[in-house]
């Protein structure tokens, strides 16, 4: 029970769904080369070990063996994804801002990190007009596949050149800095799963976009029920090996 105990601190924190062999089929072509399936693909694998552990009639012997699967595979997943990610440093993702928003951006958001910590693709930009406190909260940097999907919400970070982090009442011409959230190559792979890694492998570019308008809306639906239909296709995989 105790090398059971000990080996379970370290992989609950993974939450992914599917097996190490259907991340395999994640394109590793796109603009974050194989980051996204390996993400995928030692998350899997952590679940399964964590599966295994949690089963009953389980040997000390066994427990034994289940612990050093799980640290091997963990040394392997924080090398592979050391090296993974350290090629994505400094890659320039195209970025695009909805029409009327009212802002410019200079350029590409570069992929930046630091350590073992979240990939960010970052860039700069200028408000083009006077800008609310509503106008700021309503803001979304909307991560696009090669569908023109979005690939999720668009999390993310906008703080003012000056050092200010809210750009609330600001006016136009007030330059900035943007972070955008790339949900892919985390070491702890936290609820990451096969789905999102292949909806990532992807990714084409940012598009900024204000929330409340239709075309943000009409992204959303269309997200969802991309969801909802992995969902139940996953289902259907599960029915179907009973």
Sequence with gaps: MAMIAFAAVGITSCGGSGSAD??????????????????????NKIVDLRNQLFSAGLTEEEAKKINEEFKKTQEER?????????ALKGKEIPVEVQNGYGVSVNGTLKIEFEGKGSIDAVGTGELQKDFSNDDIL????????TDGKAIDKGYGLWYAEDGETSLSNRKKGTKFVVKAFVSVGQFSANKKNTNEMKRWAKLAKFIIMDKSSDEYKKLMEQLEADKKAEEIEAAKKIVGEK
Excluded at 22 to 43: F, N, Q, R, S, W
Excluded at 78 to 86: N, P, T
Excluded at 138 to 145: C, E, G, K, S, T
């Design 138 to 145: 309503n803001r979304a940097v909307v991560p696009i596949d």
């Design 78 to 86: 924080d090398a592979k994804l050391l090296l993974a990610r350290e």
């Design 22 to 43: 259907e991340a395999d089929e994640i394109p590793v072509d796109g603009l974050l080369g194989d980051v996204p399936m390996l993400t995928a693909k030692y998350c």
